[in-house]
Each structure stands twice: as structure tokens, then as C-alpha cells.
């Protein structure tokens, strides 16, 4: 099982910059036995995915923030960052770290953090 937790929300204006950090306890790799996703929501939206990284190193993102987010990662402390800039107001949400088993594994959810893009 794998627990996780989320850090790096706040309330930033439009054209700014958040760095939302998602450290994950397990034992082993977390990037050998899950895909780490990036996850938010908005007020009365259902929850859309904002990337993923996969096994690999290979990174997919949702069109709505490609060129703008970057997931990266620190291997040996099992963190996986979202570099957020040129925010825009509809980037706000919760923002969740997600772990997705690729077998054998429970996945899990972090409690969330909360972005606010504000003019």
C-alpha cells in the first residue's frame, strides 16, 4: 500500500507559478510499481486528469496544460513535483496526487491541495 500526501498549494494571480509536491511512503520504488498521475477538480466538475508518469520516465499531460505543467520526479525520495506556470483562473481546483498499481499493489489518493488562480 502506498500513502501519499500533497503539498504546494495557495492562492496565486493569473500568470503566476505553483510547484504542488506529492511524497509518497512504500516500500521499494514507487516509480517501478505505479504510474503517478496528477489529478484535479474544480467546484461542481468531475475529476480530470492533468498528467501522468508512467514506468519509464514517459509523461503524458492534458492538452488543456501542455507547454505550461511539468511533472518531474525525485527518485530516491519517492516525490513526484507539478511545476505549474501561466496559471490561468480555470486551473483552479484541488489538485490530487494519484497512484495507479501497474499489479499486485493497492493504489491510493493523496488528501488533496487546493489552487486558487485569482485576478
Known amino acids: 500500500q502506498v500513502q501519499i500526501v500533497e503539498s504546494g498549494g495557495g492562492l496565486v494571480q493569473p500568470g503566476g507559478s505553483l510547484r504542488l509536491s506529492c511524497s509518497c511512503a512504500?516500500?521499494?520504488?514507487?516509480?517501478?510499481?505505479?504510474?503517478m498521475g496528477w489529478y484535479r477538480q474544480a467546484p461542481g466538475k468531475q475529476r480530470e486528469l492533468v498528467g501522468v508518469l508512467l514506468r519509464g520516465g514517459s509523461i503524458r499531460y492534458a492538452d488543456s496544460v501542455q507547454g505550461r505543467f511539468t511533472i518531474s520526479s525525485d527518485n530516491a525520495k519517492n516525490t513526484v513535483f507539478l511545476q505549474m506556470n501561466n496559471l490561468k483562473p480555470e486551473d483552479t481546483g484541488v489538485y490530487y496526487c494519484?497512484?495507479?498499481?501497474?499489479?499486485?499493489?493497492?493504489?491510493?489518493w493523496g488528501q488533496g491541495t487546493q489552487v486558487t488562480v485569482y485576478s
Open positions: 494519484h497512484a495507479e498499481p501497474y499489479g499486485g499493489k493497492i493504489g491510493g
Open positions: 512504500t516500500s521499494g520504488s514507487i516509480f517501478r510499481d505505479y504510474a
